[in-house]
């Protein structure tokens, strides 16, 4: 089997990794529209060879590992593709992709989340167990092939990622709290702090907790621009209820409610439970 | 030189644990008014005895390692001390504390606080190398006795702390924007995460964006709404500066304007440069 991936970054390079140590994949061959890209991914062992677009379309998969409105620009243009191809979309939206697979080709089209990834990016970011032990989240999987269902499961499964089976609106809906809003929040607070601070003093006081909380904001604003358009409805009712929240907190400091405080603060604790 | 530590929880603990490797520590004694932390601490061998607060009041060096609104209250209660001895106080707020330590023991006590710690808690969170490498800032040191200054400064040397000096109200300022607003947002994003989410969604879908983000959430409630109401304006208006940066943003998502949008998270990946 070849496999062919498109966009050779963080996610597109870690997968040609992850593919070139299993069994069933004969060669993993790359394409990105960035020349330093596909140097930097021949360099890095990421893929075997670099193709043209005509030659990656012939892969037997092809993952996109692009930015989502990419993706879906992509697809638009695979209406020449063998009905036996499968592509695997590795976007971190999902509703307005599959809504836009051309109907054509929608059998061939598996809707793939990989819960997995760093604030880096481009080919250099790229490693070999970014996908291992973390879970892919497929989407509406009935409306694939059932060909394609099964290739994209076993090579998700090779690569060692536990699989998850989801609605691509509820999908949405939920990465819009649980990753996007963490998103935003995290470039407002990089914003905030050096608008207020000098680098010195964030060398200085920065211990684990805001280089945690800041590290997001290192994430790529091509892609994040995307995410944040594509699911921007669902963001801006998550970033609603976080701001309840933070008005919360605030109220209760001003207040100087302090049992109010701990009690609020004992109610978050509760993420222990879970996490 | 006999070591004496006021509370055995996560930062007291260590530093029972530092203080045991270095030589010129012979005997470190500890004091909890929680008798389950006093048995933990012997069972992890944080100190080596613990005793009763007549006798920690004779040790030659006093950390004191509580909740800020506890360490004020001690240092009142601190009036028939040696005049040599030396009382290092490790709260993460300095302004309130320094400006209420009695004026007959102000040259007894530096104020310290050491750039570190975990959202852990207790006596079984503490960590033989949590100071190691770490930054302390100490403030107001021209107020310290010298015998004192001398003892902290080569304490926190021989721990193998990086020592910064620093006026209490800046600390107090930068800390705001730099460790306790991080703290009021990761416990706002984690209440609204777990209104809007069960459980079972949060585990699929939480990466390592929202663990990072979230982590700050399972901090100790006593010791936050203590800090939080000593720094309460500081950190009022750091909470004010960061709603205006995620006003900035839901604004550039709602507007629909995504090249502002993209030049803003550029700006917050200048943090690259710093951290």
């Known amino acids: 089997m070849v496999a062919g991936i498109v966009g050779l970054g963080l996610m597109g390079g870690s997968m040609g990794l992850a593919l070139k140590s299993i069994p069933h994949i004969n060669r993993v061959v790359g394409y990105d529209h960035n020349p330093t890209h596909c140097d930097e991914a021949l360099k ?9 677009w005509e030659q990656i379309k012939q892969s037997d998969v092809i993952f996109l590992a692009i930015p989502v409105e990419g993706i879906i620009k992509v697809l638009e243009g695979f209406t020449d593709l063998s009905p036996e191809c499968t592509i695997i979309d590795l976007g971190s939206t999902k ?16 809707a793939a989340h990989p819960m997995t990834g760093t604030e880096k990016f481009g080919p250099s970011a790229a490693l070999p167990d970014l996908y291992r032990d973390k879970i892919v989240v497929l989407c509406n999987l009935d409306e694939s092939g059932e ?20 609605d691509a609106k509820e999908h949405d809906r939920h990465a819009a709290y649980i990753s996007h809003l963490p998103h935003a929040i995290s470039y407002s607070l990089a914003n905030a702090v050096m608008a207020q601070e000098d680098a010195k003093n964030i060398l200085i006081l920065a211990a684990g907790g805001f280089r945690d909380m800041s590290r997001l904001a290192k994430s790529s604003p091509i892609m994040w621009e995307e995410i944040f358009k594509q699911n921007r409805s669902n963001l801006l009712e998550a970033m609603d209820h976080f701001e309840e929240e933070l008005k919360r907190c605030r109220k209760l400091i001003t207040d100087g409610d302090w049992d109010g405080l701990r009690r609020w603060m004992e109610d978050a604790n509760k993420l222990h439970d879970i996490l």
Chains 1, 2 share one sequence.
Do not use: C, Y
């Not at 599959?98 to 054509?104: A, D, G, K, M």
């Not at 290739?151 to 699989?163: C, D, R, V, Y």
């Open 44 to 52: 890095h062992h990421l893929v075997d060879e670099i193709v043209s």
């Open 95 to 110: 509703e307005k992709i599959v809504e836009n697979i051309p109907p054509q080709i929608r059998h061939n089209v598996v």
């Open 147 to 166: 060909h394609q269902r099964k290739t994209a499961w076993s090579l998700f499964e090779a690569i060692g990622m536990k699989i998850v089976t989801m």
